[in-house]
């Protein structure tokens, strides 16, 4: 055993003396900061000038404190830094100065952040962010191994500091995170020697159960493959052996109903993969909140340790979750530790269903060729900083579905709205666009009649209230419905075509077509003209009337012809007059009648 003495030993960087010291304590704990206090005598000098104590003051505040903790062969090292003094006054005078600190955690915790880190896994990302304090002794790259390997498409820090970025995602993923007093370590725990012997090494030794369900059901939806994706379990299947957490999940009947028909909604999971994984970390995280053991030792315990406890002839393997570290005087050490067993499959405080929450907010397109065609875009958030841009994000349409609906995608520079679903930063879409100081509308008026589409080209579809519709587009193709005059317009620069079964055209008053060229006129089968009045036919050029079949008048008044030139009636075969009146013929020249054969007149 090491003399009393010697079992704690503080140490200032800035201060070459022994550390005279009394009520230390150490606070650690998984996933959190480290927090410690202790009054300090700093001076032998039984009176303190002021002026002494406010130059100390200043001088070692954000000093790092190293402590060390010895008990036989044991050794346990921590540091922290200086976060705050103050100063200690005994009867009007200067007495020594109270210290409290915290961890070098507080590097990760110094600022909050939002970026996105994509195509990255989980050990990229924390290797990558715990490299940013500059400290070689901050971590160690072998310490940093988490058991979850996949690759994350997006992972976004959310208005988080960077512990607290690291913190969701260990509990999210179930990984151990914690500072073992000198480095950070991720994903795993750490092997030691320590034995506690119950009534020797260790006392006020404590057992405590809880009997909680261990189910969990899950529903969500992948909208990938457009399908419902669920998973449920009773238990985990790979929970801890320890006796007594065994003991929690045999009792699991005398709590919950073995039906799991019924599970909650997640958007935590993009595939069944994903909620799988979901149902096992929540159930392995409830074995692990199942039994908790605690006690004081005589000897040093570190946190993430794995140390054994024995009880008479039992013994536990455990993990130590939380630790206080203890010295009223100078000297004078015990260790107050929360413990869980050691093969548990996840850290105590895991919870799959965490995530950021996120508010609505303006964004800016920079991808909208979505290589999987569901018309998807990437956009680029207004945050400080790299790591801005998103990945691919589903759009709102108001209207969709299989070979149908309204389909509108941003373009490339627009300003749009992303919204979270459920407030998750991890499930982002855009609800719609945004106008801008520099993006202004040009269907704004202060009458707020005017309404309409027009698309990046020039396109054009306009509303004007009790005034018109316009359909148009940059060659000068035009429709234009006109509510004032009760008029439509149609303007064609080329070419206007229609093509349908039937075409139908009613026209209650007045019609008029003019062709500036030419006109043509085919017709299939049959072509019939009724007119109420008279039908006038005016031709500048020749009139020429071609027919296959043939070709009957039927006038029930007069026909009259008139030339000003020659008239001729040619006809290859027989020519008949037939009337049942008279026939009048009247020239005032000659008339000639000639035949190649004979003539009859009767």
Not at 132 to 149: D, H, L
Not at 317 to 322: G, K, P, S, T
Not at 550 to 578: A, F, M, P, Q, V
Request: proline share 2%; with cysteine; glycine share 8%.
């Amino acid at each position: 055993m090491s003399k009393f003495s010697e079992q704690v030993h503080i140490s200032i960087s800035s201060f070459e003396k022994n550390i005279i010291y009394y009520d230390f304590q150490l606070s650690q704990k998984m996933a959190d900061h480290h927090y410690f206090s202790f009054t300090w005598q700093y001076t032998g000098k039984a009176i303190i000038d002021p002026e002494d104590q406010e130059k100390a003051i200043s001088k070692y505040i954000g000093s790092e404190v190293i402590f060390t903790f010895k008990v036989g062969s044991i050794r346990l090292m921590s540091k922290g830094i200086i976060e705050g003094l103050k100063s200690v006054d005994l009867h009007g005078s200067p007495a020594g100065l109270h210290v409290y600190g915290i961890s070098h955690t507080v590097l990760l915790d110094d600022n909050e952040k939002s970026r996105i880190f994509l195509k990255r896994n989980l050990q990229q990302i924390v290797l990558e962010i715990f490299a940013e304090t500059n400290s070689g002794e901050f971590y160690q790259r072998e310490a940093i191994v988490p058991t979850y390997k996949k690759e994350f498409s997006n992972k976004p820090q959310y208005n988080e500091t960077s512990f607290n970025f690291l913190k969701r995602l260990a509990t999210r993923y179930g990984q151990w995170y914690y500072f073992d007093g000198m480095r950070m370590q991720f994903g795993q725990t750490k092997a030691s020697n320590v034995k506690l012997i119950n009534g020797s090494s260790l006392h006020k030794f404590t057992i405590e159960t809880k009997l909680a369900s261990h189910k969990s059901s899950f529903g969500g939806y992948d909208y990938t493959n457009a399908s419902s994706i669920r998973s449920s379990s009773e238990k985990t299947t790979t929970g801890s052996r320890d006796r007594f957490a065994v003991s929690m999940g045999f009792n699991q009947g005398q709590i919950a109903r073995r039906e799991l028909k019924v599970g909650a909604y997640t958007n935590n999971a993009n595939n069944k993969d994903e909620i799988e994984e979901m149902v096992k970390l929540q159930t392995s995280a409830r074995d692990a909140n199942c039994v908790f053991y605690s006690g004081i030792s005589y000897y040093p315990i570190g946190l993430g340790q794995v140390f054994t406890i024995q009880n008479k002839t039992v013994e536990h393997e455990l993990i130590a979750v939380e630790v206080i570290h203890h010295s009223e005087i100078n000297g004078n050490y015990s260790c107050e530790f929360k413990a869980i067993p050691a093969d548990v499959a996840v850290p105590h405080y895991t919870n799959p269903k965490i995530f950021a929450l996120a508010d609505s907010q303006p964004a800016k397109v920079i991808d909208n060729n979505d290589p999987e065609k569901m018309g998807r875009v990437k956009v680029e958030y207004y945050w400080n900083g790299w790591g801005n841009e998103s990945d691919w994000m589903r759009v709102e349409q108001l209207y969709a579905g299989k070979e149908r609906g309204i389909y509108f995608r941003p373009e490339i520079g627009d300003e749009v709205r992303v919204v979270f679903e459920g407030g998750n930063a991890e499930r982002p879409y855009v609800s719609c666009s945004n106008y801008n100081g520099q993006a202004m509308p040009e269907f704004f008026d202060s009458e707020n009649s005017i309404k309409g589409w027009k698309l990046r080209f020039g396109m054009l579809f306009k509303f004007i209230e009790k005034i018109g519709i316009w359909l148009s587009d940059p060659s000068g193709n035009e429709l234009h419905m006109d509510e004032k005059s009760k008029s439509t317009t149609l303007t064609v620069p080329e070419t206007f075509t229609i093509n349908c079964k039937n075409f139908v055209i009613n026209v209650e008053e007045n019609m008029t077509t003019n062709v500036v060229v030419s006109k043509n006129d085919t017709i299939g089968l049959n072509h019939t003209e009724n007119i109420g009045g008279i039908k006038q036919i005016g031709v500048t050029g020749d009139f020429n009337a071609i027919i296959d079949g043939k070709y009957s008048e039927h006038i029930k008044g007069n026909l009259e012809s008139t030339t000003e030139k020659d008239r001729h009636d040619h006809s290859k075969e027989s020519l008949n007059t037939y009337t049942d009146g008279n026939l009048s013929k009247n020239s005032q020249k000659n008339i000639q009648n000639n035949s190649g054969e004979q003539t009859r007149q009767n």
